[in-house]
């Protein structure tokens, strides 16, 4: 509840604070009686939190005998709130109410996770539940969201141990999607012009070695295919030209192809994709099962663009670049240079996992709730990613690089393929295979994904320097780098770390500069659309670290082809969420109702006043800077955030700075000016986050 007279920044609301506190306690009692439903429609009248009034709600109903409604209540909050522990308190006993027993088992495994306690069956699910598909989907919830295929708790369960975790990976198998509406993921490996078989080969090795997970794997390259089980036989019926992705599960196995002039066998061989191009009704039969992809549709619609290249350069901070950019980057300046450039865009996050989903949903992370990095909690099926927007399309959707943060919770969901490692993404292996897979599919229209991590700067000595940067520096400098463990975001300044990051941007702009001029040679600039942007920028440049400073939220953003106005620098303010609602207007796809970005000034669109970057990490105080392009907003709470992804904003530190002055200590501005034009928009914005002093008890046991 605010003043109207601008005076102060946050009042909690004093009257809802108290109605929480009493239903608190009477649920704590169990007084779930008339006297609790009119206190529950006060703390609604009051403005109590949407998401604590359901949570009130389903206990009422459970306690009264109405599981199913329960559950209703009890799932809006979940879409609200996703890691609130009282949430999933509610739902596992309304779900094990309704025999939902593998819902409720997840929502046990996450407070288990949560809580870093061993997973173990409650006393009121069968045993009977644990069925092989239960167990994968315990797998992921109590795993790491990042990093897919990797397994860092795969379940199982035996007579004598009962439930068990040990680390692992989904190999040769199916990655678990509940309630999912395409095939799902089988998990093959990456074979590229090699020995068919041999990664197979090597993953089934090593797959189950100690710390096969902990090392990632060895930076082992997966292919990810939306596929469908053939128990031996599969008739294909063609439409038109397309082309099928097959995968075998046994070596040495032999797949016959039948057409009405075509009869002959191929072989197959585990966990390896191989693709046929079809032109008529085709039979496929086998000794084995096997596995059929879905399909790419070859053929050009003039309602879609031959290309579309969305490119994700992780970490690339345009507040350090922009103004070296012709000097480090010449092949991207090159071929930009007939663009649109942001050049003051802003990402919503400060590292990867929750700026990803937002440039993936057009959404900040506490309206999407892909914001803990220790919880694979799935993206709302009511919220349509970028990728599943290009699907419906019709484009052929390929994730032909990235690392893997958006399987388990469903933000890059619309791939139908996806070739992911966990660290080892170097552009200049991304141009090679996109450039590959174009010469094999020239003739459909396509989307993909590239998320290159050449520039991205990693804790030394854990993380291996590019040799050129080692070779290089003179020893003293060499020697520079600060032994760290602190995640990125919190690097130091070192001789080394810039060094590096610096010859990383070369690296990256060679790279680009062979697939620009592939693109430059095959397309003409009306059949492609080209976006380059980053999800956050670095610290190890900046003389007063911040976590939302300019060095780590100045980012990005770039586009080039089709309805792209042409040698334009553009000074609006726009932020990663605007990136969606962007390609939405330029590929005529529709945006939901939820999508919190804005489409740019430049294309006809209203634009937007404020930029928000904020600093969503549970466990650590809440940061936020609010920009416009002469001031900033400043706030950064007293209070840690709370799993949950809320705070307490009554003690929060509030000020006013000019842009080029933010944070620098005596230069705080206060006029009432700025009060009136900040305040009301940043509380806003601030909805969903700030808790209103109002904290459910941690849970007590899994």
């Known amino acids: ?59 009422y109903l459970l306690a009264n005998g109405d599981a199913e409604s329960a559950v209703i209540c009890a799932e809006r ?26 819902d409720a088992l997840v929502m046990q495994a996450y407070t288990a996770k949560l809580l870093d306690h061993p997973l173990t069956l409650p006393a009121d699910i069968p045993r009977s539940a644990l069925t092989p598909e239960v167990l994968d989907r315990l797998s992921v919830a109590m795993g790491s969201p990042s990093f897919a295929p990797l397994a860092l708790s795969r379940i199982s369960c035996d007579g004598e141990h009962g439930l068990c975790a040990s680390e692992g990976v989904f190999a040769g198998e199916y990655i678990p999607a509940p309630h999912a509406l395409h095939p799902p993921y089988y998990v093959a490996t990456y074979t590229e012009q090699e020995q068919q078989g041999d990664k197979a080969w090597l993953l089934q090795t090593i797959q189950d070695a ?47 192809i039948k057409t009405s002039s075509v009869d002959q066998d191929t072989p197959l061989a585990p966990a390896t994709p191989n693709f046929f191009r079809l032109c008529e009704d085709t039979q496929l039969s086998s000794d084995h099962d096997f596995l059929v992809g879905v399909p790419i549709a070859i053929g050009h619609s003039p309602t879609r663009r031959p290309l579309v290249l969305n490119i994700l350069t992780d970490a690339l901070s345009w507040e350090v670049v922009r103004t070296h950019f012709a000097e480090w980057m010449p092949n991207t300046a090159r071929f930009f240079a007939r663009r649109t450039i942001f050049d003051q865009h802003f990402s919503a996050s400060e590292y990867t996992y929750p700026s990803l989903s937002t440039i993936e949903t057009g959404m900040y992370p506490h309206h999407n709730q892909i914001f803990n990095d220790t919880l694979a909690v799935l993206l709302n099926p009511e919220y349509i990613p970028l990728s599943e927007r290009m699907r419906t399309c019709g484009y052929a959707t390929a994730n032909l690089m990235g690392e893997g943060s958006g399987v388990y919770n469903g933000a890059t969901r619309g791939f139908d393929r996806l070739v992911i490692a966990p660290y080892h993404l170097f552009a200049y292996e991304a141009a090679e295979r996109t450039i590959r897979y174009l010469e094999g599919l020239r003739d459909a229209d396509h989307f993909i ?44 300044s070192t001789k080394l770390s810039m060094a590096a990051y610096i010859q990383g941007i070369r690296d990256l702009d060679r790279a680009l500069g062979t697939l620009f001029s592939y693109l430059e040679q095959h397309y003409t600039p009306d059949e492609y659309l080209v976006s380059l942007y980053s999800d956050h920028g670095v610290p190890i440049f900046s003389k007063h670290h911040y976590i939302v400073s300019p060095d780590m939220t100045h980012t990005a953003w770039m586009m080039r082809g089709a309805g792209v106005p042409a040698g334009i620098t553009v000074s609006e303010m726009t932020s990663t969420v605007d990136i969606y609602p962007t390609l939405a207007y330029l590929l005529h796809f529709p945006v939901g109702e939820h999508v919190d970005g804005v489409l740019p000034q430049i294309f006809g669109g209203r634009g937007r006043e404020i930029a928000f970057s904020n600093s969503l990490y549970p466990g650590r105080t809440y940061c936020l800077r609010a920009r416009t392009r002469a001031h900033t907003f400043h706030l950064e709470s007293s209070d840690a955030l709370l799993p949950n992804g809320t705070v307490d904003l009554a003690r929060a530190v509030t000020a006013f700075y000019p842009r080029g002055e933010e944070g620098i ?11 009136s034009f900040f305040y009301p928009r940043v509380r806003d914005f601030l909805t969903g986050i700030a808790s209103n002093g109002e904290v459910f008890p941690p849970p007590k046991e899994v």
């Open 1 to 59: 509840m605010q003043d109207d007279d601008f005076s102060t920044f946050w009042r909690n609301n004093e009257q809802a604070s108290a109605l929480f506190y009493d239903l608190l306690a009477r649920a704590e009692q169990g007084a779930y009686d008339d006297d609790f439903l009119i206190q529950l429609a006060t703390y609604r009248k009051a403005g109590g939190d949407a998401a604590h009034a359901d949570i009130f709600a389903a206990q």
């Open 449 to 492: 994904y590239l998320h290159t991590l050449d520039v991205h700067p990693w804790p030394y000595p854990r993380f291996q320097i590019t040799a050129s940067t080692q070779a290089r520096l003179p020893l003293e400098d060499r020697l520079s780098g600060a032994r760290s463990t602190s995640p990125s975001p919190y690097l130091q």
């Open 77 to 102: 909050a979940f879409r609200l709130r996703s890691v609130e522990p009282a949430v999933w308190a509610v739902l596992r006993r309304a779900y094990t109410a309704t025999a939902r027993y593998a």
């Open 665 to 675: 200590a005596g230069r705080e501005i206060d006029d009432p000016v700025l009060r």
């Open 210 to 256: 100690a710390g096969f997970a902990y090392n990632v794997g060895g930076g082992f390259t997966y292919e990810l295919i939306r596929a469908s089980r053939a128990p031996g036989y599969a008739e294909i019926h063609c439409t038109g030209e397309t082309v099928f992705p097959i995968i075998g599960v046994s070596a040495f196995q032999n797949l016959h």
